[in-house]
């Protein structure tokens, strides 16, 4: 591990929350953090040589961030003749954050520290068509009292919130979510921080879960995608080891991707033929309601199934060979190296997963699937929470936010 630091060894950086080397010239104690980030316990000799630092400017840093409480000592390192050298490493339990995963019919509430361990939750039904004032409010009333068990609340370092929609990512606004009424344009962040004063972000639902699916099981995957397939089907896009979002936040929609079975069906965003309109849970449902099968939604679709419904079991595979044509249209042009299957009509297993993998590797160039893998989701409905809470952390412990706390405490004292 020693010659990896003196070699300044970086990880894959934003969405993994891992440490890696400060940029060259970097000498702020943000820029510094990010080596510890990985928990590992590191010397202040062993800092220096890493970042090319002169050891008093290393020392000041460290001074730095000790007194943030966001570095601890964790003891000597083993002495080579004379005083030995003290050791020290990231204190993930110095901050907690708050994540909250708002779905279809669903609020989930979690208390995590800065490495994304879950510490408290709550969850209750509620649908989204409720409003923001009534989702957003428990939001609150069940975080204040999951910090309040937490004996300490005011080190709360941020909220992280998950909507089952498209959001404007710099302003946290949704942006005419479809299955939410009365949400367009409304101010989350401002909502929230009257009563838990402290940062807020907010992000479509798939974009947050495929960062807790790669942050809990692909941290070395750089070029990931993860497809939620549900009532509605959209998905995640990790490019280069970043979280890609588009110039309006809309990236990854695939549910709204026309799709050439079912050009004549007409899809709730108002045009014909969208992939969602064919594959999705509520779709699938349908299709088999309208062969007198007792089917209200991609819950009934996949209890069918799991009681050996061959039509059933068909009607899946087929909307896995649907999802499969748009699938690999994102391989060629994203050359992926995972591709995670996610969301309640994830249940189905490999009955869905088959025609998925049938279609992307007949229709994929050999060089793009040699290495690709097609997967169920391994996070499964813990990815939304994970990912909240990797919101907040990449956010504020990114050299940025490190600097923004560190002022904020000289400041106040």
Not at 216 to 224: C, E, H, I, S, T
Not at 227 to 253: E, F, H, M, P
Request: glycine fraction near 14%; charged fraction near 20%.
């Amino acid at each position: 591990m020693a010659e990896d630091r003196r070699k300044g060894r970086r990880a894959t950086a934003e969405d993994t929350g891992r440490g890696q080397a400060p940029a060259a010239g970097g000498s702020r104690a943000g820029d510094l953090f990010q080596l510890l980030r990985d928990g590992s316990p590191w010397t202040r000799a062993e800092l220096a040589m890493a970042t090319g630092l002169a050891r008093s400017t290393v020392a000041g840093k460290v001074d730095l961030l000790l007194g943030s409480g966001l570095v601890v000592s964790v003891g000597d390192a083993l002495s080579s003749g004379g005083r030995p050298a003290s050791r020290f490493a990231f204190h993930p339990r110095a901050r907690t954050v708050l994540a909250a995963d708002i779905g279809a019919s669903h609020v989930r509430v979690a208390l995590t520290d800065l490495n994304g361990e879950l510490l408290a939750e709550e969850r209750t039904n509620m649908p989204v068509a409720a409003g923001p004032e009534a989702l957003l409010g428990y939001v609150v009333d069940s975080g204040k009292r999951l910090l309040d068990q937490s004996h300490c609340p005011e080190n709360l370092a941020g909220v992280g919130i998950g909507l089952p929609g498209p959001v404007h990512h710099a302003t946290g606004r949704p942006v005419k979510p479809p299955i939410m009424p009365g949400w367009d344009g409304f101010d989350v962040v401002g909502f929230v921080q009257r009563s838990l004063p402290s940062p807020v972000l907010v992000d479509n639902d798939v974009n947050i879960m495929a960062l807790g699916e790669r942050t809990g099981f692909w941290p070395d995957a750089n070029d990931l995608l993860f497809v939620k397939v549900a009532t509605g089907i959209g998905s995640g896009v990790i490019s280069s080891g970043q979280l890609q979002r588009g110039a309006d936040g809309t990236a990854g929609d695939l549910g709204h991707v026309r799709a050439g079975r079912g050009q004549d069906i007409v899809c709730r965003c108002g045009n014909t033929g969208c992939l969602e309109a064919i594959a999705s849970g509520d779709a699938v449902a349908q299709s088999l309601a309208a062969q007198g099968l007792d089917a209200a939604n991609g819950a009934d679709v996949i209890a069918l199934a799991s009681h050996g419904n061959i039509v059933a079991i068909q009607a899946l595979r087929q909307a896995g060979r649907d999802i499969g044509e748009v699938l690999a249209t994102c391989v060629n042009l994203l050359n992926p190296s995972v591709i995670v299957i996610g969301g309640s009509m994830a249940a189905a297993g490999e009955h869905l997963m088959a025609g998925v993998r049938e279609v992307v590797y007949r229709r994929s160039p050999p060089l793009a699937t040699t290495n690709l893998r097609i997967i169920l989701s391994r996070a499964g409905d813990r990815a939304a929470i994970t990912g909240a809470s990797q919101l907040v952390c990449q956010h504020i412990l990114s050299p940025e936010g490190i600097e923004t706390e560190l002022a904020s405490l000289a400041g106040a004292g």
